[in-house]
């Protein structure tokens, strides 16, 4: 069974960065795409993008320039940086993964999903 | 930007058939995918490339499209099944690889 669980600050500091790491079990981290969206408060699924090794990542373009994803074989891990965070950043971040076979051909999608983890931008 | 358009809300009775609608101009030639979020928990799978029922989904969701509509049903409709649904897709372009709908509230009256 796949599992994944989010990881990391739950206040940020405007203008500060956002980091956080998603954790994987039951799966190869080499073997998929690995995404991070978000929700804000009472609003609805936004992707921020997805990473499957170092040299191949796709960003959301209205987040590209403050977005760097990362990700750990070693440890299973991948992570997400959003840096100059405002307070519009507010919202639970999800994990997910989305099937190589369909990631790679440009049709994502997302079948398994960690928890969710909040986080509020608030000086 | 592409987006995907879907009514804000559906309201049925239970045991009725809800039909919830999503718009795309890419959706002639992208798959569709469906979630069911319910408060306070992640988004679940529900249907896969346009009309496939996920495992462990109840045979009662099932999933369309035509052109560029994609429409998820829901045939006598349980009270769980009361929850927000998001439809997925992406552009042709792959400008714009994954996009979700603004998400539809399903309430059952």
């Known amino acids: 069974q796949v599992q994944l669980q989010e990881s990391g600050p739950g206040l940020v500091k405007p203008s500060e960065t956002l980091s956080l790491t998603c954790t994987v079990s039951?799966?190869?981290?080499?073997?998929?795409?690995w995404s991070w969206i978000r929700q804000p408060p009472g609003k609805g699924l936004e992707w921020i993008g997805n990473?499957?090794?170092?040299?191949?990542?796709n960003y959301n373009l209205s987040l590209k320039s403050r977005v760097t994803m990362s990700i750990d074989t070693s440890k299973n891990q991948f992570s997400l940086r959003l840096s100059s965070v405002v307070v519009a950043d507010t919202a639970v971040y999800y994990c997910?993964?989305?099937?190589?076979?369909?990631?790679?051909?440009?049709?994502?999608?997302?079948?398994?999903w960690g928890q969710g983890t909040p986080v509020t931008v608030s000086s | 930007s592409y987006e995907l358009t879907q009514p804000p809300s559906v309201s049925v009775s239970p045991g009725q058939t809800a039909r919830i609608t999503c718009s795309g101009d890419?959706?002639?030639?992208?798959?569709a995918y469906w979630y069911q979020q319910k408060p306070g928990q992640a988004p679940v799978l529900v249907i896969s490339?346009?009309?496939g029922t996920s495992s462990g989904i109840p045979g009662r969701f099932s999933g369309s499209k035509s052109g560029t509509t994609a429409t998820l049903t829901i045939s006598g409709v349980q009270p769980e099944d009361e929850a927000d649904y998001y439809c997925?897709?992406?552009?042709?372009?792959?400008?714009?690889?994954?996009?979700f709908g603004g998400g539809t509230k399903l309430t059952v009256l």
């Open positions: 997910a993964r989305g099937p190589y076979d369909f990631c790679s051909a440009g049709s994502c999608y997302f079948d398994y």
């Open positions: 990473i499957f090794d170092s040299w191949n990542t």
């Open positions: 039951g799966a190869l981290i080499t073997s998929d795409y």
């Open positions: 490339k346009d009309s």
């Open positions: 997925q897709s992406a552009d042709n372009s792959g400008t714009y690889p994954v996009v």
């Open positions: 890419s959706l002639p030639v992208q798959f």
